[in-house]
Each structure stands twice: as C-alpha cells, then as structure tokens.
C-alpha cells in the first residue's frame, strides 16, 4: 500500500484545513475568531486523514491564530465561528485585549528585528568599502572597476529585503507566474503583492497565500 506523506510545515496544514473548511478557515485578510475548542473539533473530524497528525494540527492553529491578520480580526461586534462557519457567540472583551497586546507586541519585536537589521548590512556596507579602498600605489582606474556586490551596498537592497531583491533580479514580480513549492509538489501561482520577507500569491483554486521567496520558481 502506498505510504501518504504528512505535510512539511505549519504553511501547508493551514492550507490544507483552509480547503477542507473554508468557511472557518481562510487564507485572505478577513479571518474570523476560531470557536473555544476547535481544535478538538479538528482532531474529531481529521482523525482519519492520513496526510495530518494532531500535533502538526496543533501547530498550524497555533501558527494561525498568531497571525497579525488573525490578531487584527479580534475586534468588539466579532463573532468566533465553528468549522462549518457557524456562529459560536461573541468574541470577549478580555480576549479582545489580549490579541491587542500580543499583535502590539509582535509588531515590536518585528520592527527591532528590522533595526538589528539594518545595524548589521550598514557594518558590512562600511566594511566593504573600507576593504574595498585602493591602495596609494594603485591607479584611479581601478577604481572604477570596482562595482558592489548583487543587492549590496545599494540604497535598494535598504529599501527591501534580500528576497525581494533576488526575485526582481530573476524577473519574479508582481503579476508574474510562478511555481510554489508545497512539499508534494509545485503548485501553480501568481505574485500579487511582495512583502518585506514574504510574497503573497493566488493560487489557481482562487485562495491567497504568503510564502518565503525561496519557495517560488520561475515557470
């Protein structure tokens, strides 16, 4: 009998439950609150998937849930939906709050990351035109024959990240067709928005999805 591979990573359970329940699940920006408990309700109703095991659901919803387009959704007048986008009552105000601290706090430590960032690539910036500099014995014209690095030392590369760059140097942009790599097999896309490390594309099917670049080819 053939054996059926589990999925790699969180990114695929979450696109897999999304297809299976789409009317709780969703891969675009208007996600609903998660009725209390659904992941019992999961465990019930994938109990027999070969392809997902408890733990791998565990981590997709808990990867789900700490979204910022999920923390964002956490709003007064929002209704928590069951798999078969049933209403499950209000969402709670001290819910509400949390998901308010926690996007606050994530957006935090995402902007330090970016600082920490910059900090080191504006190091290797500075020492790469400090090693770069030529000697006093050494013509002007060699000088000139310097160039920088791809994606390096260019007020380009400070604007955006260096998935982004590679992928505008391989011609992967916005509106272009590509190929996502989903574990078992690629999947046909297009690019509709880049982020600072991740690209959004739509799949055929219609559902969006964020994915790291490195996961995109060319067609």
């Given at each position: 009998m053939k054996k059926t591979e589990k999925f790699a990573n969180s990114r695929?359970?979450?696109?897999?439950?999304?297809?299976?329940?789409?009317?709780?699940?969703?891969?675009?920006?208007?996600?609903?609150?998660?009725?209390?408990?659904?992941?019992?309700?999961?465990?019930?109703?994938?109990?027999?998937?070969?392809?997902?095991?408890?733990?791998?659901?565990?981590?997709?919803?808990?990867?789900?849930?700490?979204?910022?387009?999920?923390?964002?959704?956490?709003?007064?007048?929002?209704?928590?939906?069951?798999?078969?986008?049933?209403?499950?009552?209000?969402?709670?105000?001290?819910h509400i709050e949390h998901a308010k601290t926690s996007l606050a706090e994530s957006k935090a430590r995402a902007s330090e990351r970016r600082k920490d960032?910059?900090?080191?690539?504006?190091?290797?910036?500075?020492?790469?035109?400090?090693?770069?500099?030529?000697?006093?014995?050494?013509?002007?014209?060699?000088?000139?024959?310097?160039?920088?690095?791809?994606?390096?030392?260019?007020?380009?590369?400070?604007?955006?990240s260096e998935d982004q760059v590679e992928l505008m140097i391989e011609g992967i942009l916005v509106g272009k067709d590509v190929n996502v790599n989903m574990g078992s097999g690629n999947v046909p896309a297009k690019i509709v928005e880049l982020n600072k490390d991740e690209v959004r594309v739509r799949l055929s099917n219609g559902l969006t999805m964020l994915v790291k670049a490195k996961h995109l080819s060319s067609l």
């Amino acid at each position: 009998m053939k054996k059926t591979e589990k999925f790699a990573n969180s990114r695929q359970v979450i696109v897999y439950i999304a297809e299976r329940f789409p009317k709780c699940f969703t891969l675009g920006s208007e996600v609903r609150p998660l009725k209390i408990g659904i992941f019992q309700d999961l465990s019930v109703r994938l109990a027999d998937d070969p392809k997902v095991s408890k733990t791998q659901l565990r981590g997709a919803l808990r990867q789900y849930t700490s979204s910022w387009r999920y923390l964002s959704g956490a709003k007064v007048g929002a209704i928590r939906v069951d798999l078969d986008g049933k209403d499950c009552g209000k969402l709670e105000e001290d819910h509400i709050e949390h998901a308010k601290t926690s996007l606050a706090e994530s957006k935090a430590r995402a902007s330090e990351r970016r600082k920490d960032k910059a900090i080191k690539q504006g190091d290797k910036e500075v020492n790469g035109k400090v090693n770069k500099t030529p000697k006093s014995n050494e013509s002007t014209d060699n000088q000139t024959k310097y160039q920088p690095s791809k994606g390096k030392n260019t007020k380009l590369n400070r604007e955006l990240s260096e998935d982004q760059v590679e992928l505008m140097i391989e011609g992967i942009l916005v509106g272009k067709d590509v190929n996502v790599n989903m574990g078992s097999g690629n999947v046909p896309a297009k690019i509709v928005e880049l982020n600072k490390d991740e690209v959004r594309v739509r799949l055929s099917n219609g559902l969006t999805m964020l994915v790291k670049a490195k996961h995109l080819s060319s067609l």
